[in-house]
């Protein structure tokens, strides 16, 4: 998986439509192994984008799980524990 994909299931507050967009931009990036696309290919690139986004936040939608919300806050000062762990000298 990516690592600039940040998982949006169960979240209090839930994920919003700029990070559903988000992520779905990094994965079309992915895929496509490409930033920026050509003019080109730019409407196909867009479409993907707009596609994979609705497509997430249906599966967002959709989903269904008995554990509590995680606390965005608490996530977040976890990973930069982490990251502090990771890259300390």
């Given at each position: 998986?990516?690592?600039?994909?940040?998982?949006?299931?169960?979240?209090?507050?839930p994920a919003?439509?700029?990070e559903v967009q988000a992520?779905?931009?990094?994965y079309?990036?992915?895929?496509?192994?490409?930033?920026?696309?050509?003019q080109v290919n730019?409407e196909?690139?867009e479409?993907?984008?707009?596609e994979?986004?609705q497509a997430?936040?249906?599966l967002l939608?959709?989903?269904e799980t008995?554990?509590?919300p995680k606390d965005?806050?608490?996530?977040?000062?976890?990973?930069?524990?982490?990251?502090q762990?990771r890259?300390?000298?």
């Amino acid at each position: 998986m990516c690592r600039n994909i940040r998982p949006l299931h169960n979240f209090e507050p839930p994920a919003t439509t700029d990070e559903v967009q988000a992520a779905a931009l990094q994965y079309v990036r992915k895929v496509s192994g490409t930033t920026k696309p050509s003019q080109v290919n730019a409407e196909a690139f867009e479409r993907a984008v707009s596609e994979v986004a609705q497509a997430t936040a249906r599966l967002l939608d959709a989903l269904e799980t008995s554990a509590p919300p995680k606390d965005r806050e608490v996530e977040a000062a976890k990973a930069r524990a982490r990251a502090q762990k990771r890259y300390a000298s």
